[in-house]
């Protein structure tokens, strides 16, 4: 199971913009660089991050090496209907978690 | 006295000469850069303005560097960004990331955490509903670049 950090609000009026913020614990090796033993790390990042609103998909992002390590992304999404925010993370050796926050939109 | 200032100047002017020694090969290349922008872009023009590219100029640890991107669009189902790509020069690759968002979004604005490994340009374009491109760069000091040790 991986660390997953996710703000959100709760709660949000109809119709307001709001801010998701995600951070998920994660080495983004690059594969560029050499171990203790000169030898090339092998490269292990996160390719891919989406983010869906009861099932709709809100976001997506297709990340490179160049993300820092334990990658955080922000965004924004107008809160139309109560239900699930799901993100989704997966990448290299089969890399995959998910999280999702519940939003009450009144 | 006037002799020790001279020496600490040529110290100093030695400090500077070493920290501006190019790193070798594995930096992508203004080319490659180009090349990127030109992947997404195809032959479409790319206009400077509506984009805002943030982050801070002086970088004192190339490993994690915020960055946000700022795009100036209404966000309606007529008129949105539909992309904002961002590329670097001098990392082994040109990508940093590619995002898509819709009107769904109601703000243009993504952030995150990248990694820069040398001083650079930093380049975001955005691709509207519209089909035109918009782009703002930033250049940047790195004084600890993110590890990425020549290894030819």
């Known amino acids: 199971m991986a660390n997953i950090l996710i703000n959100a609000p709760k709660t949000a009026k109809a119709g307001s913009t709001i801010e998701i913020k995600a951070l998920i614990l994660h080495p983004m090796e690059t594969g ?11 490269r292990n990042i ?7 609103w009861n099932g709709t998909e809100i976001f997506r992002m297709k990340m490179s090496p160049a993300i820092a390590a334990n990658p955080f992304v922000s965004f924004f999404v107008i ?6 925010v799901r993100l989704r993370w997966s990448g290299d050796n089969n890399f995959s978690a998910e999280e999702s926050v519940a939003i009450a939109v009144t | 006295m006037t002799d020790m200032l001279g020496t600490r100047r040529l110290f100093i002017a030695g400090l500077a000469s070493i920290t501006v020694l190019p790193f070798a090969s594995a930096h992508a290349t203004s080319d490659d850069l180009a090349k990127a922008i030109k992947d997404v872009v ?33 966000m309606t189902e007529a008129d949105h960004v539909k ?9 082994p690759q040109p990508h940093v990331f590619n995002a898509w968002i819709g009107p769904r979004n109601g703000r243009a604005v993504i ?42």
């Open chain 2, 42 to 74: 195809g032959d479409a023009p790319l206009r400077a303005g509506r984009v805002q590219l943030d982050l801070p100029p002086l970088i004192e640890n190339g490993n994690t560097v915020p960055l946000t991107v700022r795009v100036d669009s209404p």
């Open chain 1, 79 to 84: 809160a139309k209907e109560s239900g699930t």
């Open chain 1, 32 to 42: 560029f660089r050499p171990g203790t033993n000169g030898r090339i790390i092998p």
């Open chain 2, 111 to 152: 952030g995150t955490r990248i990694k820069l490994a040398d001083t650079q340009k930093i380049v975001a374009v955005a691709e509207l509903s519209d089909g035109s491109f918009w782009s703002a760069s930033a250049d940047v000091i790195v004084t600890i670049a993110a590890c990425i040790e020549d290894v030819n």
């Open chain 2, 83 to 91: 992309a904002i790509h961002v590329f670097n020069e001098k990392n």
């Open chain 1, 46 to 52: 996160i390719e891919d991050f989406t983010a869906t």
